[in-house]
C-alpha cells in the first residue's frame, strides 16, 4: 500500500487542522492505521493509532483530549482532527500503514 499525506500547513496557538492520509494499492481495511510525529531535533514519536475497522483508537498523553484519528474505509482514507493546537505540536507528521508502510510527511506549524 502507498500512503500520501496531505493537510499540514501554518496555524496559530489554539487553532485546528485535518491531516488526510490516503491510500492506494493493497487492502485499506487490512492495515491499522496509525500517525507519528518528528519534530525538529527530535526521534519520531508515537500520536495516535486506529484499528482496521475503526472501532478502537489510542492516543499519546500528550495529544488526548485534542487530536482525534478517524478512518474511511470506503475511502481509503485515514484523518487525524488536531484541536487546540500547541507550539509544542510542530513537527513534520506522518502517516503508517501496518508496521511497515510509511507515508511521506506533511509539515505543521503552529505558532504562538
Known amino acids: 500500500v502507498q500512503l500520501q499525506a496531505s493537510g499540514g500547513g501554518s496555524v496559530q496557538a489554539g487553532g485546528s487542522l485535518r491531516l488526510s492520509c490516503a491510500a492506494s494499492?493493497?487492502?485499506?481495511?487490512?492495515?491499522?492505521m496509525g500517525w507519528f510525529r518528528q519534530a525538529p531535533g527530535k526521534e519520531r514519536e508515537f500520536v495516535a493509532t486506529?484499528?482496521?475497522?475503526?472501532?478502537?483508537?489510542y492516543y499519546a498523553d500528550a495529544v488526548k483530549g485534542r487530536f482525534t484519528i478517524s478512518r474511511d474505509n470506503a475511502k481509503r482514507t485515514a484523518y487525524l482532527q488536531m484541536n487546540s493546537l500547541q507550539s509544542d505540536d510542530t513537527a513534520v507528521y506522518y502517516c503508517?500503514?501496518?508496521?511497515?508502510?510509511w507515508g511521506q510527511g506533511t509539515l505543521v506549524t503552529v505558532s504562538s
Open positions: 494499492g493493497g487492502t485499506f481495511r487490512n492495515y491499522y
Open positions: 486506529i484499528t482496521r475497522g475503526g472501532q478502537g483508537t
Open positions: 503508517l500503514g501496518g508496521r511497515l508502510h
